[in-house]
């Protein structure tokens, strides 16, 4: 099995990157039956992605959700990538003497309209592994900010259909980007209990055509079970329509401690088993290997 998403932090927590964290979440992911971690830090957390990107909300025509989303960026975009990189080669060149998942370089690319131009810059040179794709925000709405007053309203405001649209039409368009290796949590959107009205299809089909089209991945995350949904992402619905289209998989906890790191691994292989995959897909150097699901 792979846990190809982790945090280092939790959010609202401020680094620095240590190697010996790298070197906990390895040892742990081993424990519980990983062959592979890669520790993959928000893109949003560092200030080479501020200066490159700061402001991208500023479309939105909500001004509390701008307000809002402008605070959440300050309070996060604290970092300094090169840091967190020097972390995690450090950690994967010396593991340590205690038995450990091979450890990947990765990040979590956020989809910014507009501005993945800029995104492709910060990229540009750096020795990751695997790059995750993922859709946080629609517009200046951070939609999975649960407990968010601002962010509460618009669940509360806006139809779930339309929700829906433009979720995945932001996934598509991500998914084109060239930003990524692997679509996160591709129906996140359902985190609050949100789940797509009527026949999912529509968006289903249109997520694993996306993935299809472009090469891409998909994860399998056991997040949201810990999240208001009370469901892995996908949905096993979804799942089988990556599986019919022919995309690969990866398994990831999405942890941001150490105790949830390679969590639910279980309840996972039964999700994969029941979508008929065998394997799994590993990155090195964003070049793929298939690897059996163990």
Not at 29 to 52: K, P, S, W, Y
Not at 158 to 185: I, K, N
């Amino acid at each position: 099995m792979l846990d190809y998403h982790t945090h280092l932090l939790r959010h609202g927590d401020d680094g620095p990157y240590r190697a010996d964290q790298v070197r906990a979440y390895a040892v742990q992911a081993r424990a519980r039956g990983v062959e592979e971690i890669a520790i993959t830090e928000h893109l949003f957390r560092f200030r080479q992605a501020d200066a490159l990107l700061r402001g991208w909300w500023d479309d939105d025509p909500n001004e509390r959700l701008r307000a809002q989303t402008a605070r959440y960026w300050d309070a996060h975009a604290t970092g300094d990538l090169d840091e967190y990189l020097t972390a995690v080669l450090t950690a994967a060149a010396d593991p340590g003497d205690e038995p450990a998942a091979r450890i990947r370089l990765g990040l979590e690319v956020d989809y910014y309209p507009g501005r993945m131009d800029a995104v492709a810059v910060v990229l540009d040179g750096r020795p990751f592994d695997v790059l995750l794709g993922s859709v946080h925000w629609i517009g200046a709405w951070g939609f999975d900010q649960i407990g968010d007053p601002d962010v509460e309203h618009q669940w509360a405001e806006r139809p779930a259909d339309e929700v829906w649209d433009h979720y995945v039409d932001a996934v598509v368009e991500m998914a084109a980007s060239g930003c990524c290796d692997v679509l996160a949590h591709p129906d996140l959107v359902k985190v609050s209990g949100v789940h797509p009205p009527g026949d999912a299809s529509r968006w289903y089909d249109r997520l694993a055509a996306a993935a299809a089209e472009h090469d891409l991945s998909a994860e399998v995350s056991s997040a949201g079970w810990r999240k208001p949904v009370g469901e892995a992402y996908p949905a096993p619905s979804l799942l089988k329509a990556f599986a019919a289209a022919g995309v690969g998989v990866t398994t990831a906890s999405d942890a941001h401690q150490l105790a949830d790191v390679a969590d639910h691994g279980d309840g996972l292989r039964e999700l994969l088993q029941a979508a008929g995959y065998e394997s799994l897909t590993g990155f090195e150097r964003r070049r793929r290997s298939l690897l059996a699901i163990t």
